[in-house]
T-cell receptor, first 113, second 117 residues
């Protein structure tokens, strides 16, 4: 079946620290992979995506590479800011799963000055 | 216009009330979703409409009743809710590619925060 396993949080970092949030997946078809971010009191916003193996998604200094050999899509940022404090969700959409989306459990990030 | 608009943003209701949540998008998306989200948890899928027809119902209690009047609108009718139904209700939409293997992203609204007393 399809599933997403995401690094447990919460994560607390100092400003300008390096961020990695791990995400691995299982899929029966040819998945697309996504990172969504949810700021306090808001809905989910697409942060970045990758639709095929070896694609790199990037946005706002965040990056993630679709690694088929390790079934991973880890989120990274070289220098986090206080404004990056949010909950991050890894998600998968599988070509064989119709309209279903699969979300990881979410990782809460707090960046302190 | 790349927005999904949800109303109301906040709703407080008693267990005997009837209320509705509304969602609207004008991106031409033909799949629309309702999710329920508890604090710091992932969204839980409730319903999916595809081309205005209910395609997924995740065994949601009948006190939640979805409706898709047209391709731009999605409603969630609420009746006789319980306090444990208090949550953030998120609407999302997605473009359907018209071919097998749709893998486009979901576009979410800001959500309707529901409190059941």
């Amino acid at each position: 079946g399809n599933s997403v396993t995401q690094m447990e949080g919460p994560v607390t970092l100092s400003e300008e620290a390096f961020l990695t949030i791990n995400c691995t997946y299982t899929a029966t078809g040819y998945p697309s992979l996504f990172w969504y971010v949810q700021y306090p009191g808001e809905g989910l916003q697409l942060l970045l995506k990758a639709t095929k193996a070896d694609d790199k998604g990037s946005n706002k200094g965040f990056e993630a590479t679709y690694r088929k050999e390790t079934t991973s899509f880890h989120l990274e940022k070289g220098s986090v800011q206080v404004s990056d404090s949010a909950v991050y969700f890894c998600a998968l959409s599988d070509s064989e799963a119709g309209n279903q989306f699969y979300f990881g459990t979410g990782t809460s990030l707090t960046v302190i000055p | 216009d790349t927005e999904v608009t949800q109303t109301p943003k906040h709703l407080v209701m008693g267990m005997t009330n009837k209320k509705s949540l509304k969602c609207e998008q004008h991106m031409g998306h033909r799949a629309m979703y309702w999710y329920k989200q508890k604090a710091k948890k992932p969204p839980e899928l409730m319903f999916v409409y595809s081309y205005e027809k209910l395609s997924i119902n995740e065994s949601v209690p009948s006190r939640f009743s979805p409706e898709c009047p047209n391709s731009s609108l999605l409603n969630l009718h609420l009746h006789a809710l319980q306090p444990e139904d208090s949550a953030l209700y998120l609407c999302a939409s997605r473009r359907l590619s018209g071919r097998a293997g749709n893998t486009g992203e979901l576009f979410f609204g800001e959500g309707s925060r529901l409190t059941v007393l």
